[in-house]
Protein backbone atom coordinates (compact mmCIF):
# COMPACT_ATOMS: atom_id res chain seq x y z
CA UNK A 1 0.00 0.00 0.00
CA UNK A 2 2.75 2.55 0.85
CA UNK A 3 5.74 1.39 -1.25
CA UNK A 4 4.43 2.83 -4.62
CA UNK A 5 3.22 5.93 -3.06
CA UNK A 6 6.55 6.23 -1.73
CA UNK A 7 8.31 5.90 -4.86
CA UNK A 8 6.08 7.95 -6.75
CA UNK A 9 6.70 10.64 -4.03
CA UNK A 10 10.36 9.88 -4.48
CA UNK A 11 9.63 10.16 -8.35
CA UNK A 12 8.23 13.62 -8.00
CA UNK A 13 10.83 14.87 -5.48
CA UNK A 14 13.60 14.02 -7.71
CA UNK A 15 11.92 15.61 -10.89
CA UNK A 16 11.13 19.05 -9.06
CA UNK A 17 14.40 19.22 -7.45
CA UNK A 18 15.90 19.46 -10.75
CA UNK A 19 13.92 20.15 -13.93
CA UNK A 20 14.71 23.51 -15.81
CA UNK A 21 14.31 24.86 -18.99
CA UNK A 22 16.26 22.67 -21.89
CA UNK A 23 19.84 23.86 -22.47
CA UNK A 24 20.43 22.01 -25.66
CA UNK A 25 23.71 20.64 -26.28
CA UNK A 26 24.89 21.73 -29.48
CA UNK A 27 25.04 18.19 -30.72
CA UNK A 28 24.29 15.68 -27.97
CA UNK A 29 25.29 12.63 -30.37
CA UNK A 30 28.79 13.99 -32.17
CA UNK A 31 31.96 11.77 -31.22
CA UNK A 32 33.94 12.63 -27.92
CA UNK A 33 36.49 14.60 -29.92
CA UNK A 34 34.17 17.50 -28.76
CA UNK A 35 32.91 20.69 -30.21
CA UNK A 36 35.34 21.65 -33.34
CA UNK A 37 33.16 24.09 -35.05
CA UNK A 38 35.07 27.56 -34.81
CA UNK A 39 37.94 25.84 -32.88
CA UNK A 40 41.03 26.01 -34.78
CA UNK A 41 43.39 23.58 -32.10
CA UNK A 42 41.94 20.21 -31.66
CA UNK A 43 41.31 19.01 -27.96
CA UNK A 44 44.70 18.69 -25.85
CA UNK A 45 46.97 20.31 -28.26
CA UNK A 46 46.12 24.29 -27.52
CA UNK A 47 48.83 26.29 -27.59
CA UNK A 48 49.96 28.47 -25.15
CA UNK A 49 48.41 27.25 -21.92
CA UNK A 50 49.15 24.16 -19.51
CA UNK A 51 52.64 24.82 -18.55
CA UNK A 52 52.64 28.43 -17.23
CA UNK A 53 52.89 28.89 -13.83
CA UNK A 54 48.94 30.86 -13.83
CA UNK A 55 47.93 28.27 -16.07
CA UNK A 56 44.15 27.03 -14.85
CA UNK A 57 43.89 22.78 -15.00
CA UNK A 58 41.00 21.74 -16.57
CA UNK A 59 41.58 18.64 -14.10
CA UNK A 60 42.43 20.29 -10.68
CA UNK A 61 40.68 23.95 -11.63
CA UNK A 62 37.71 23.13 -13.62
CA UNK A 63 36.58 19.51 -13.44
CA UNK A 64 35.60 19.37 -9.75
CA UNK A 65 33.48 22.64 -10.76
CA UNK A 66 31.63 20.86 -12.99
CA UNK A 67 31.13 17.66 -10.63
CA UNK A 68 30.02 19.84 -7.80
CA UNK A 69 27.93 22.22 -9.77
CA UNK A 70 26.52 20.18 -12.10
CA UNK A 71 26.63 16.62 -11.46
CA UNK A 72 24.90 16.30 -8.49
CA UNK A 73 22.60 13.50 -8.16
CA UNK A 74 19.56 14.48 -9.80
CA UNK A 75 20.72 16.57 -12.24
CA UNK A 76 23.53 15.93 -14.83
CA UNK A 77 25.27 12.37 -13.31
CA UNK A 78 25.78 9.54 -15.70
CA UNK A 79 22.39 7.99 -13.29
CA UNK A 80 20.44 11.16 -14.42
CA UNK A 81 21.79 12.37 -17.59
CA UNK A 82 19.03 15.57 -17.49
CA UNK A 83 18.78 16.57 -20.93
CA UNK A 84 20.97 13.65 -21.73
CA UNK A 85 23.75 16.02 -19.95
CA UNK A 86 26.29 14.10 -18.38
CA UNK A 87 29.29 16.75 -17.10
CA UNK A 88 31.81 14.48 -15.72
CA UNK A 89 34.23 14.32 -18.09
CA UNK A 90 36.26 16.39 -20.30
CA UNK A 91 34.83 14.61 -23.67
CA UNK A 92 31.20 15.70 -22.62
CA UNK A 93 31.63 18.90 -21.18
CA UNK A 94 33.37 20.00 -24.59
CA UNK A 95 30.21 19.22 -26.28
CA UNK A 96 29.08 22.80 -24.87
CA UNK A 97 32.26 25.03 -24.71
CA UNK A 98 33.58 26.39 -27.85
CA UNK A 99 37.79 26.62 -27.26
CA UNK A 100 38.55 30.13 -26.93
CA UNK A 101 35.12 31.72 -26.65
CA UNK A 102 33.28 31.85 -23.74
CA UNK A 103 31.03 33.42 -25.35
CA UNK A 104 29.65 30.81 -27.40
CA UNK A 105 29.90 28.59 -24.85
CA UNK A 106 27.02 27.48 -23.85
CA UNK A 107 27.76 25.30 -20.63
CA UNK A 108 29.72 28.81 -19.74
CA UNK A 109 26.70 31.30 -20.62
CA UNK A 110 24.28 29.18 -18.70
CA UNK A 111 26.51 28.90 -15.37
CA UNK A 112 27.66 33.31 -16.45
CA UNK A 113 23.92 34.33 -16.37
CA UNK A 114 23.23 32.41 -13.05
CA UNK A 115 20.17 30.36 -14.74
CA UNK A 116 22.34 27.14 -14.23
CA UNK A 117 22.76 25.62 -11.43
CA UNK A 118 18.96 26.16 -11.28
CA UNK A 119 16.88 28.04 -8.91
CA UNK A 120 17.70 27.05 -5.33
CA UNK A 121 20.99 25.18 -6.25
CA UNK A 122 24.19 26.67 -4.75
CA UNK A 123 25.70 28.63 -7.43
CA UNK A 124 29.55 28.96 -8.39
CA UNK A 125 30.94 32.28 -7.43
CA UNK A 126 32.57 34.92 -9.72
CA UNK A 127 35.74 34.14 -9.20
CA UNK A 128 34.62 29.83 -10.23
CA UNK A 129 33.24 31.55 -13.73
CA UNK A 130 36.10 33.73 -14.28
CA UNK A 131 38.10 30.55 -13.78
CA UNK A 132 36.08 28.59 -16.38
CA UNK A 133 36.06 31.71 -18.57
CA UNK A 134 40.03 32.08 -18.42
CA UNK A 135 40.12 28.26 -19.40
CA UNK A 136 37.87 28.48 -21.98
CA UNK A 137 40.15 31.83 -23.27
CA UNK A 138 43.43 29.85 -22.83
CA UNK A 139 42.01 27.28 -25.04
CA UNK A 140 39.59 24.57 -23.26
CA UNK A 141 42.22 22.02 -23.01
CA UNK A 142 41.92 18.75 -20.87
CA UNK A 143 45.14 20.28 -19.21
CA UNK A 144 46.76 18.36 -15.85
CA UNK A 145 49.16 20.56 -13.72
CA UNK A 146 52.36 19.12 -12.28
CA UNK A 147 52.71 21.19 -9.42
CA UNK A 148 49.37 21.18 -7.71
CA UNK A 149 48.18 24.44 -5.28
CA UNK A 150 47.82 22.44 -2.17
CA UNK A 151 50.12 23.07 0.96
CA UNK A 152 49.64 20.39 4.23
CA UNK A 153 50.32 23.24 6.54
CA UNK A 154 46.90 24.94 5.58
CA UNK A 155 44.55 23.63 7.97
CA UNK A 156 42.24 26.32 9.54
CA UNK A 157 38.93 26.78 7.79
CA UNK A 158 39.59 30.28 6.53
CA UNK A 159 42.92 29.38 4.97
CA UNK A 160 43.26 25.61 3.35
CA UNK A 161 39.79 24.02 4.09
CA UNK A 162 36.99 26.51 2.80
CA UNK A 163 38.70 26.49 -0.52
CA UNK A 164 38.82 22.78 -0.90
CA UNK A 165 35.01 22.57 0.13
CA UNK A 166 34.28 25.74 -2.34
CA UNK A 167 35.77 23.63 -5.32
CA UNK A 168 34.88 19.91 -4.32
CA UNK A 169 31.95 20.19 -2.02
CA UNK A 170 29.98 23.51 -1.50
CA UNK A 171 27.95 22.04 -5.58
CA UNK A 172 25.82 19.75 -2.24
CA UNK A 173 26.57 21.18 0.76
CA UNK A 174 27.17 24.94 0.09
CA UNK A 175 23.18 25.59 1.12
CA UNK A 176 20.98 24.47 4.26
CA UNK A 177 20.22 21.85 4.44
CA UNK A 178 22.87 20.68 2.23
CA UNK A 179 23.01 16.64 1.39
CA UNK A 180 22.90 14.34 3.91
CA UNK A 181 22.31 17.68 6.28
CA UNK A 182 25.92 18.21 6.11
CA UNK A 183 26.38 22.54 5.09
CA UNK A 184 30.06 23.13 4.55
CA UNK A 185 30.11 26.79 2.80
CA UNK A 186 29.96 28.72 6.26
CA UNK A 187 32.26 28.21 9.73
CA UNK A 188 29.67 27.37 12.10
CA UNK A 189 28.46 24.93 10.22
CA UNK A 190 31.39 23.20 9.03
CA UNK A 191 32.82 22.77 12.42
CA UNK A 192 29.66 21.42 13.58
CA UNK A 193 29.90 18.67 10.95
CA UNK A 194 33.62 18.17 11.37
CA UNK A 195 33.05 17.97 14.75
CA UNK A 196 29.42 16.45 15.30
CA UNK A 197 29.97 13.71 12.34
CA UNK A 198 34.15 13.32 13.12
CA UNK A 199 34.38 9.91 12.32
CA UNK A 200 31.87 9.68 9.89
CA UNK A 201 33.50 12.85 8.02
CA UNK A 202 37.20 10.78 8.26
CA UNK A 203 36.13 8.02 6.56
CA UNK A 204 33.72 10.14 3.50
CA UNK A 205 37.26 11.56 2.61
CA UNK A 206 39.08 9.01 2.89
CA UNK A 207 36.93 6.63 0.98
CA UNK A 208 37.21 4.00 4.03
CA UNK A 209 33.52 4.58 4.50
CA UNK A 210 31.31 1.27 5.06
CA UNK A 211 28.50 2.52 2.55
CA UNK A 212 30.86 3.41 -0.63
CA UNK A 213 27.88 6.10 -1.46
CA UNK A 214 28.88 8.11 1.44
CA UNK A 215 32.73 8.32 0.22
CA UNK A 216 32.99 12.09 -0.38
CA UNK A 217 33.35 13.66 -3.24
CA UNK A 218 31.56 10.51 -5.11
CA UNK A 219 32.98 11.89 -7.77
CA UNK A 220 36.86 10.69 -7.22
CA UNK A 221 39.24 10.63 -4.09
CA UNK A 222 40.77 14.06 -3.00
CA UNK A 223 44.85 14.34 -3.37
CA UNK A 224 46.46 13.08 -0.09
CA UNK A 225 47.26 16.71 0.41
CA UNK A 226 43.94 17.51 0.25
CA UNK A 227 42.87 14.99 3.14
CA UNK A 228 45.95 15.65 5.27
CA UNK A 229 44.83 19.38 5.52
CA UNK A 230 41.13 18.01 5.87
CA UNK A 231 42.16 15.32 8.41
CA UNK A 232 44.50 17.91 10.42
CA UNK A 233 41.51 20.44 10.38
CA UNK A 234 39.17 17.65 12.26
CA UNK A 235 41.76 16.30 14.40
CA UNK A 236 42.74 19.69 16.06
CA UNK A 237 38.86 20.40 16.57
CA UNK A 238 37.67 22.04 13.32
CA UNK A 239 39.97 25.93 13.93
CA UNK A 240 38.49 28.65 11.86
C1 LIG B 1 27.50 15.69 -5.94
C2 LIG B 1 27.06 15.95 -4.60
C3 LIG B 1 28.06 15.87 -3.46
C4 LIG B 1 29.33 16.37 -3.41
C5 LIG B 1 30.09 17.10 -4.49
C6 LIG B 1 29.82 16.09 -2.07
N1 LIG B 1 28.87 15.44 -1.35
FE1 LIG B 1 28.99 14.89 0.61
N2 LIG B 1 27.14 14.04 0.52
C7 LIG B 1 26.34 14.04 -0.60
C8 LIG B 1 25.14 13.28 -0.32
C9 LIG B 1 23.98 13.04 -1.29
C10 LIG B 1 25.26 12.82 1.02
C11 LIG B 1 24.28 11.96 1.79
C12 LIG B 1 24.49 10.54 1.39
C13 LIG B 1 23.46 9.65 2.00
O1 LIG B 1 22.89 10.03 3.04
O2 LIG B 1 23.24 8.58 1.43
C14 LIG B 1 26.53 13.33 1.51
C15 LIG B 1 27.01 13.09 2.78
C16 LIG B 1 28.18 13.63 3.29
C17 LIG B 1 28.66 13.45 4.64
C18 LIG B 1 27.97 12.65 5.73
C19 LIG B 1 28.55 11.26 5.71
C20 LIG B 1 27.93 10.36 6.74
O3 LIG B 1 28.51 9.29 6.97
O4 LIG B 1 26.87 10.71 7.29
C21 LIG B 1 29.84 14.14 4.75
C22 LIG B 1 30.72 14.28 5.98
C23 LIG B 1 30.11 14.72 3.46
N3 LIG B 1 29.09 14.39 2.59
C24 LIG B 1 31.22 15.46 3.15
C25 LIG B 1 31.55 15.90 1.88
C26 LIG B 1 32.78 16.58 1.56
C27 LIG B 1 33.86 16.91 2.57
C28 LIG B 1 32.74 16.84 0.23
C29 LIG B 1 33.80 17.51 -0.59
C30 LIG B 1 35.16 17.08 -0.42
C31 LIG B 1 31.48 16.34 -0.29
N4 LIG B 1 30.79 15.76 0.74
C32 LIG B 1 31.07 16.44 -1.62
C33 LIG B 1 26.59 14.67 -1.80
C34 LIG B 1 27.78 15.29 -2.16
Known amino acids: MKKPLLIVAAFFAVLFSCTHDAVNPSNPTSSSTGNTSGSTSGTGTGTGSGNGTNAICFQTDV ?44 YYQVIADGSMPPRNSPKLSSAQIATIANWIKAGATNNTCVVATCDTTKTTYTNGVSQIFATYCNGCHGLAPGSGNVVLSDYASAKAAGVGMKINFLNAINYTSATPAMNMPQSGKLSDCQITQITKWINSGCPQ
Request: aromatic share 6%; hydrophobic share 35%; with cysteine.
Open 63 to 106: LPLFQTYCASAGCHDAATAREELVLTSYANIMRGISANKPNSSK
